[in-house]
C-alpha cells in the first residue's frame, strides 16, 4: 500500500502503537497536516446535520454505547439549541406541536438515558382508541382487556416535541464529547480533495457559513423533509400531496376526561374531507391533530376563540353535512352548534368531553404530504425521520419511525466499528436500509389506503368499511393484533435494539 491515510483521531494515538514502517510514513505527514491546519476540514466518524428528535437521538445513541463513545461526533443545526436547553413552560401551558411516542420508543430512549430528562409530569400516557367512521358511525374500540392485567397498558405517550428535544439535549450535555455547531447555516456539501496529506475525494464535506469545514465518515442526514443531505447524495424522494393541512391547537376540556386522569382516552373521527383526532395531556388539556381542506384550515385559523371552540366540538358530534354548513359561515358557529345539537342524538360517552377553551396562539396548520426516499443510504450518507419519509399523521407515527431509523443505524455502526468496518461505505450501511425500508414503507401504504378509503363520503366503498371496522372491532384476537402494532409491540421487519 502506497500510503497510510487516518483520521485525526487516529492520529492522536501514540505512535508507539505503530509498526515502525508505518511510523516512518505518518511522521512527515504530521508536520504538513499542522502547517496547513487552517486549510484543512475538521475530521469526524459521523457529522448528523439536524438537532431534532432524531438527530439527536442518534448522538446520544452513539455516546451513550461504549462501543461507539470513542467516535468523533459534530451536530450541525441551524437553530440557536439555547432557547431549546432553557425551555419551559407553567404547568397549564403546552406547545402545540405534539406527538405519540409508543412504549417501544419510550423503552429506546429510557435505553439511552434520555427519557429521564424529559419532564416526565408533562407526558400523559393514554390507556384507550376510540376510532369511527364519521358518515355511518361505525366504530373500533382499542382497550386492553382483561388478561392485559400483568402487561403494558399503555398504547402511547404525548408528549411535546420541544419536551423531548429539551431532555435529549440535557441527556447529550451530560454525555459530552459531542462538537456542536449551532446556529450554523449549511451553505454548501461538496466531496473532498485529495491534499497529498489526506485523501478525502469519497468524503463528504460540510461547507457552513462562516468558512468552517466538517469532512464526514459517514454524514447522516436528519434535516427534515427538504434534507440538503439527501439532494447532495442524489436520492430522489417520491410521493404526492393529499391537497390537505392538518390543523393543531392545544384545547382545555371540561374535564379530566370520562376515564379521569389513570385512564385516558384518545379519539379520532374519519371525516370525508380527512380525520380529526383529540389526543390527551395532562389535566383537563388534549391536543387536536385536525386533518382537512385547505380553506377549512383557513377558516379556522381566522374563527374568534369561541366559534373555532364550537367547530372543534362540532367535529365530534355533528354529522358530516352539518359540519360542512357549519364550515361555510365566517362567523358564528357557537350559535349554530347550540340549535343543531337541540336536534341530534349522540353518546356523550363515547366522544371526548367537550372543550371549553383553546390556548392563545397555538392555533396553526402545516400541509399534509407522502413521501419516501428511493434508498435510506449512499456512500457515506445515510438518512433517517423526515429526510428519508414523510407521513399522513392519521396514525401518529412519525416520530415512532424515526426513532425506529435511529435505533437502527446506531446498531449498524456498532456492528460496523465493533468489527473493524469502515462504519460510512455503503457495504456497512446496507443492514440499515435493508432492515428499515421495508417497515417504513408497509407503514406509508397503510396510512396513504387509510388516508384515501376514509376520503369517500358515499358510494358502495362505504358500508364496506364499516363493515371491515365492526368486524375487527368483534374480533379480540385481530383487534389485539391491531393494539400491538399501535403500541410497537407487533411484528416487526427487523430488530429495533
Known sequence: MDCVVLSRRQLQRPLSSLCRSCSRRILPRL??????????????????????????????????????????????????????????????????????????????????????????????????????????????????????????????????????????????????????????????????????????????????????????????????????????????????????????????????????????????????????????LPGNYSTLVWSTTPSNAALLKSLSTKDFVALVNAAFRLPPVDLEFMHTLRSGQNDELSWRLQHTQFNSQAIPQAVVGVQEGTVASFPLKMRHADTYIGERVALVGDAAHTIHPLAGQGLNQGQGDVAS???TIEYAVSHGQDLGTRMSLEPYGAERYAANHVLLGVCDKLHKVYSVGSGPLVPLRSLGLRAVNAMGPLKGFFMDQAAGNGIKFGKLF
Open 31 to 280: 508536520s504538513r497536516t499542522y502547517a496547513s491546519a487552517s486549510a484543512q476540514p475538521d475530521i469526524y466518524d459521523v457529522v448528523c446535520v439536524g438537532g431534532g428528535p432524531a438527530g439527536l437521538s442518534l448522538l446520544t445513541a452513539l455516546r451513550s454505547n461504549p462501543t461507539t463513545a470513542g467516535l468523533r461526533v459534530a451536530l450541525v443545526e441551524a437553530q440557536d439549541l439555547s432557547k431549546v436547553r432553557s425551555w419551559k413552560l407553567p404547568p397549564d401551558r403546552f406547545s402545540n406541536r405534539c406527538s405519540s411516542l409508543t412504549p417501544t420508543s419510550a423503552l429506546f430512549l429510557d435505553r439511552i438515558g434520555a427519557w429521564r430528562h424529559v419532564q416526565r409530569p408533562r407526558v400523559q400516557p393514554y390507556h384507550e382508541m376510540q376510532v369511527w367512521d364519521g358518515v355511518t358511525d361505525a366504530r373500533i374500540e382499542f382497550e386492553w382487556g382483561p388478561d392485559a392485567a400483568t402487561r403494558e397498558k399503555t398504547i402511547a405517550y404525548m408528549t411535546e416535541n420541544l419536551n423531548l428535544t429539551s431532555g435529549l439535549l440535557s441527556r447529550l450535555d451530560e454525555l459530552g464529547g459531542v462538537a456542536v455547531f449551532e446556529g450554523a447555516k449549511v451553505e454548501n456539501i461538496t466531496l473532498g480533495e485529495d491534499t497529498g496529506e489526506l485523501d478525502l475525494t469519497e468524503w463528504p464535506i460540510v461547507h457552513l457559513a462562516g468558512g468552517k469545514q466538517l469532512a464526514a465518515r459517514l454524514l447522516v442526514g436528519a434535516d427534515g423533509a427538504n434534507s440538503p443531505v439527501r439532494a447532495f447524495a442524489g436520492i430522489e424522494s417520491r410521493g404526492w400531496d393529499y391537497g390537505r393541512h392538518g390543523v393543531v391547537a392545544t384545547l382545555e376540556l371540561e374535564g379530566p376526561g370520562w376515564g379521569g386522569d389513570d385512564m385516558k382516552i384518545a379519539y379520532q373521527r374519519f371525516l370525508p374531507t380527512g380525520p380529526v383526532a383529540m389526543l390527551p
Open 409 to 411: 443505524l446506531a446498531r
